[in-house]
């Protein structure tokens, strides 16, 4: 006999594959429950270990679409579920109610295994005698009826005839998978009760019994939702061939809706992974205190940025900003209005900048910005324009008072000359224009020219 380990636990297969190969059994495994439930090889097992808690498909959603089959191999196929230890209550409960026949140990002995698997293997655990497979008949003549019920009787399909008004609620009762359906003198009159069913019941396989109509009425009925079609004379070869083409489809669309549902919660997860993500990328990179870009952000995007430089000659300006005398305010209004002010600044940043420039503050009371896509003098520029807005807004306090702060500016522009020394520069500019007098912008070429300060000597 086969035994099918649905499992991750591969010490535990090679445990059954010496309790049970040397007594000529053979055991199957496969790691995936969906790539089990889809394959054949579970087709031939006459016993099921899966994995209780199993991705994507856990031990009991599987056991519930085995038992849900209308095939009597499935329906009293021995299952039993693997987990870490002895289930409790709960979980006992949950089992029985989902079909399981029992529990294997993850970490069970060999003679373990030899006392909860034997009695399956031996053909106890469950009656030899199942219930047959229900399949539906209306509009059926005595005779055809009485065919196919002793053809499909040899091989455990319990016929049901049924009036025609009654096809909904009896296939509904009866939970039939298979529904024959007989044509009259008018086989279009099968339409509506075809589409009739297929609303109430998606899953039911419509059969149709009958003379072949023209090509247009064959077209409409089947366009009703017939799967199938047998003429007359009846073939038994062919009505079983029909109910078991319904079952394998059965099974097609619940594998198919498990699959469905396993992506639909890897996009759920991936939608709740990908907004993890977002929040602590923000987490990480944001400065908690003004909402801008932190310094390692801004380590990030300057690498970039020069990589792009080397590579493609995309330009972009460097801005470093340093808020003059930010001492003496956090000394004479107190750290509380220091953090004010730097807020105030910052947001000033913002709504002076592009949606394409970034602004980060890089250190206590220092910010840098980075204009991509910008030359030297619209650089300066920029740089100019939030000199002179932050000079002439002063920023109010919640005491009522005012402060008048300034800033410092340095700016450059990469060249070819030395681009990891780039930064290094423009922290010396910024360092010359607090030399100069403080709320200036200094570039890179005039400080080391060692001009005055002012627009009109920007170098491009």
Known sequence: MDILAITAHEPLVDRLRTAFEGRGHRVVHLPDPLVAL????????QAVLVDRAAEPLDGLRFCALLRGESRLLFQN????????????EAEAAAALEAGADGHVRQGASIQELLD??????????RPVEPAATPVLAAGITPADEARMREVLGHFRFELHACPWKHLVETREALGAPVAILGLGRDPLAVVPRLEALRRAAPDAYPVVYGPLPDEADQRRILLAGAAEWLAPPLSGPFLLHACRRALEWRHGRAVHREFERHLHDLQERRAMLEMETVALRDEV?????????????????????????ERHKRGFVLVLADVDHFKLINDRFGHMSGDRVLEALAGRLRHTLRRSDLAFR????????????????PGADVAEKLRRRVEEEPVLLESGQ??????????????????????SDVDRALYAAKHRGRN?????????????????????
């Open 402 to 423: 005012a402060v008048f702060p300034s800033l410092s500016f340095g700016v450059g522009f990469p060249t070819d000359n030395d681009p990891g020394a780039f930064f």
């Open 116 to 125: 909860v698997l034997g009695p399956a293997l031996g053909g106890t655990l």
């Open 38 to 45: 889809a394959g054949e090889a579970w087709t031939t097992a």
């Open 77 to 88: 196929l021995p299952l039993f579920l693997i987990g870490e230890g002895a289930p409790d």
């Open 285 to 309: 990179l944001t400065d908690p205190l003004t909402g801008l870009l932190n310094r390692r952000a801004f380590h990030q995007n300057l690498e970039h940025h020069l990589n792009q430089w």
């Open 362 to 377: 890089i250190g206590g009371e220092e910010f840098a910005l980075l204009l991509p896509e910008t030359t030297l003098r």
């Open 440 to 460: 200036c912008v200094v570039t890179v070429a005039e400080a080391a020219a060692g001009r005055p300060t002012g627009l009109d000597s920007v170098a491009i």
